[in-house]
């Protein structure tokens, strides 16, 4: 055999020995980078990792992963190998700022074969003279998230290695998606330990307050969420606006925020100003002299004035008549009142909580309730979540209403757990107060000691009661309904009953049905003392 012949033989057996050492030193770098990522999912240390190898093994020097800023106007090197610290200080790149800032705004492969001959390189991480003599290329990839650049991946290649720049390409590219895929779940992973995080500290909140010493039930995220507002704004003097679906339990929280609060051991007052004729508005919220009016025979300290220095609740803020809604702004914006017929002024430090299930923004804008005074109550707005917002909270509800009812009328009913699950079912409109009198019901009326979903399900129909009639349809919205005037004395106390468990313990539907106002029905109750 020639000389001649066995040289390109033998450079043959170069090459395929050459190719198998490049696939072997491939095949160790991703068996260590994904056996890494998979026992640890940590990828900091990953990427350090990766960077590293991929010098040692296959040559790829001073490889560095730049990632786009929070702001998203560039970029930094984050994790690199072979860079010294001041090398990273300095890697930093606007967008479309070098070959790296071009990579992260455009997401395109860049391959400089040689940076002393490309003008767009700035070598300003490593300068031109850390680096070797000889030819030297630069390569950055795109990292990507889906089809959204998060990073660049480069690396510093020497053109002298007997290794086809085509193989370093398919390495970078595996190694850029992977890279990918563990920035898309480090991300995953921050977003569910930081809402964690937040879940654990509103728990925190909640045991440190102690929420059952406040009467309120439950360990939902969305009541968790307003107890923890609650605790933050407890300390405050600013007004406090309740907002939620009637039935919600705004008194229990007015009260919660009263006695988390410095002012705990003063007077907590609860108006009502549903239930307060038009007529006495004033004299009852803001007192009256002697001989004011006819049947003043004595002088009277008006709501506000007995909760100076504490709290004052008022519910269904809604209802004030437009006259008396003039007259609170002044004395919440002055800290002053002046008693029907009197003439001078009273200084009161009052803590207001107010309470609605109205839009009252919605009321500003027909009139119905007045601008200033919205904004005067809407300094710190607490939501309350309805019922059906936190049907986890229903198994520990029914069980401390079914505890008290059992324990008030010496019974002893227990609901099994599909009953609890027909209960969770419920879509409960009349929130906790519907559910509050459904387990009253279900005691008091209940055949046996234990109850299943099946003998619950005909107290749902019609609110309880299946054969009650369905209340009258109302009217259409442009119809105008002229209420006629109905006696205080119009209705028995039993009626009133009848008609407040056929509603399921709501009050504005059962005032609907007897044909009044819900501030009638209320004042009606009250003197009957239900």
Not at 234 to 256: C, H, I, M, P
Not at 263 to 279: G, H, L, Q, S, T
Not at 474 to 490: E, G, H, Q, V
Request: overall charge positive; aromatic content about 6%; hydrophobic content about 45%.
């Amino acid at each position: 055999m020639s000389e001649t012949g066995a040289r390109p033989r033998e450079t043959q057996r170069q090459a395929a020995t050459s190719a198998a050492f490049w696939r072997t030193q491939e095949m160790l770098l991703l068996q260590h980078v994904v056996a890494l990522a998979g026992k640890k999912l940590a990828a900091d240390e990953t990427f350090t990792e990766m960077l590293h190898l991929a010098s040692e093994l296959l040559g790829l020097n001073r490889g560095r992963i730049v990632l786009l800023d929070d702001d998203g106007g560039g970029g930094s090197i984050r994790y690199a190998y072979g860079l010294t610290k001041a090398e990273i200080a300095r890697g930093r790149y606007a967008l479309d700022e070098g070959v790296t800032g071009r990579v992260l705004a455009r997401g395109h492969l860049n391959i400089v074969q040689d940076i002393d001959k490309e003008p767009g390189f700035l070598a300003r991480a490593v300068p031109r003279d850390r680096l070797p003599s000889g030819v030297v290329s630069f390569i950055a990839l795109p990292i990507q998230i889906g089809q959204r650049t998060v990073g660049v991946l480069a690396c510093h290649r020497i053109r002298r290695r007997a290794r086809m720049i085509a193989d370093d390409l398919a390495i970078l590219r595996i190694l850029a998606t992977l890279a990918g895929q563990l920035l898309h779940l480090k991300s995953h992973i921050e977003e569910k330990t930081r809402v964690l995080e937040q879940h654990n500290a509103m728990l925190k909140r909640a045991l440190n307050a102690d929420a059952t010493r406040y009467g309120i039930v439950g360990d939902s995220p969305e009541l968790l969420r307003a107890i923890s507002e609650l605790e933050r704004v407890s300390d405050a003097t600013a007004a406090v606006l309740l907002l939620g679906e009637s039935g919600s339990g705004k008194e229990l929280f007015a009260r919660a925020l009263h006695l988390a609060g410095s002012r705990r051991d003063k007077p907590f007052i609860k108006v009502n100003c549903a239930a307060i004729p038009e007529a006495l508005f004033e004299s009852e919220l803001f007192g009256h002299e002697r001989g004011a009016f006819t049947g003043a025979a004595a002088m009277r300290a008006g709501w506000f004035e007995q909760a100076d220095d504490g709290t004052i609740f008022l519910d269904e803020i809604g209802e004030l008549p437009l006259g008396m809604q003039a007259k609170l702004l002044r004395t919440l914006q002055e800290g002053a009142l002046t008693r029907l017929g009197g003439k001078s002024e009273i200084r009161i430090n009052v803590r207001l909580v107010a309470a609605t299930n109205r839009d009252l923004a919605v009321e500003v804008g027909r009139g119905g309730f007045r601008q200033d005074l919205f904004y005067r109550l809407n300094v710190i707005p607490i939501r309350l979540p309805s019922l059906r917002e936190r049907r986890g909270d229903i198994p520990a509800l029914a069980l401390h209403f079914l505890n008290h009812v059992n324990q008030a009328n010496q019974r002893n009913v227990n609901l099994s757990a599909d009953a609890i699950s027909r209960l969770q079912e419920h879509s409960w409109p009349g929130n906790i107060r519907e559910l509050s009198n459904m387990i009253e019901r279900l005691v008091l009326l209940a055949d046996r000691p234990s109850l299943s979903a099946t003998d619950i399900e005909p107290f749902f129909a019609g609110g309880g009661d299946p054969g009650a009639p369905a209340p009258a349809a109302a009217p259409p919205p442009d119809a105008i309904a002229l209420r006629p005037y109905i006696a205080a004395t119009s209705h028995s106390a039993q009626q009133l009953r009848q008609a407040l468990a056929q509603s399921g313990g709501n009050k504005s539907r059962a005032a609907q049905q007897l044909g009044m106002t819900a501030r009638q029905f209320v004042y009606r109750c009250q003197k009957f003392g239900i």
